[in-house]
């Protein structure tokens, strides 16, 4: 559904018709809110790092569209056709197990094939400090699009399987700022059942058959 099918769409049930800003603002922040809750199969992505452009350098950026981290970053060594799949850990422990990479001696900084990385400032920070500018880095993430929403946006996201859902957390946002509680309630609760359906729905999407045992025939 395009924006305009969709202000329509919850029109249907408000039954105002001096509320399209406001029911376009709802819709922004509410979708905000479901990619901020699920990493959903609709918006996912993996990218390869070219990695660092020099020996010295330890940040590369994220993505541009980067919304959320999804596992770990896979280091990739071409030159060998070794891999190593990194662990995250949190800034804090970063800057008390790599504080040498500060120091403006090369000599003094010890690097190495990384073996940690951590997010920090929209980067990602390796350590040890990359021994080889060959190496290249693998990750699978969600995207992040806070473009406002708009009688021209086609499709609106979550229009086409959850609709519903989005509606009732659309509806919810109208509503409270008519401080009509009682309705708005209502139609949050429909919202975070939407919520849990799609969560689940997506839970299953990805999950594995490892779990599954068989007996007899």
């Given at each position: 559904?395009d924006?305009?099918?969709?202000l329509?769409?919850?029109?249907?049930?408000?039954?105002?018709t001096?509320?399209?800003?406001?029911?376009?603002?709802?819709?922004?922040?509410?979708?905000?809110?479901?990619?901020?809750?699920?990493?959903?199969?609709?918006?996912?992505?993996?990218?390869?790092?070219?990695?660092?452009?020099?020996?010295?350098?330890?940040?590369?950026?994220l993505?541009?569209?980067?919304?959320?981290?999804?596992?770990?970053i896979?280091?990739?060594?071409?030159?060998?056709?070794?891999?190593?799949?990194?662990?995250?850990?949190?800034?804090?422990?970063?800057?008390?197990?790599?504080?040498?990479?500060l120091?403006?001696?090369?000599?003094?900084?010890?690097?190495?094939?990384?073996?940690?990385?951590?997010?920090?400032?929209?980067?990602?920070?390796?350590?040890?400090?990359?021994?080889?500018?060959?190496?290249r880095?693998?990750?699978?993430?969600?995207?992040?699009?806070?473009?406002?929403?708009?009688?021209?946006?086609?499709?609106?996201?979550?229009?086409a399987?959850?609709?519903?859902?989005?509606?009732?957390?659309?509806?919810?946002?109208?509503?409270t700022?008519?401080?009509?509680?009682?309705?708005?309630n209502?139609?949050?609760?429909?919202?975070?059942?939407?919520?849990?359906?799609?969560?689940?729905?997506?839970?299953?999407?990805?999950?594995?058959?490892?779990?599954?045992?068989?007996?007899?025939?």
């Open positions: 559904m924006g305009v099918s969709f329509a769409y919850v029109k249907r049930i408000l039954k105002r001096d509320k399209d800003t406001e029911i376009y603002e709802a819709m922004t922040d509410v979708i905000s809110d479901i990619r901020l809750q699920i990493k959903t199969e609709d918006y996912k992505e993996e990218a390869y790092s070219a990695g660092i452009s020099s020996l010295g350098d330890y940040r590369i950026a993505p541009s569209d980067f919304g959320h981290i999804m596992g770990e896979t280091l990739v060594d071409n030159s060998s056709g070794h891999t190593r799949t990194l662990k995250k850990i949190s800034k804090q422990t970063y800057d008390e197990l790599y504080g040498d990479r120091h403006t001696d090369s000599s003094d900084v010890n690097d190495a094939m990384p073996i940690h990385f951590c997010i920090y400032g929209n980067q990602v920070f390796f350590g040890p400090v990359p021994d080889s500018t060959s190496y880095y693998y990750m699978n993430y969600s995207t992040e699009n806070s473009a406002d929403i708009t009688s021209a946006t086609d499709p609106v996201p979550f229009s399987k959850y609709r519903s859902m989005l509606r009732s957390g659309v509806l919810a946002e109208i509503y700022g008519l401080e009509a509680f009682e309705e708005a209502y139609w949050k609760q429909l919202y975070v059942d939407g919520l849990l359906k799609l969560k689940t729905n997506e839970d299953n999407n990805i999950a594995d058959n490892q779990g599954v045992v068989y007996h007899g025939v």
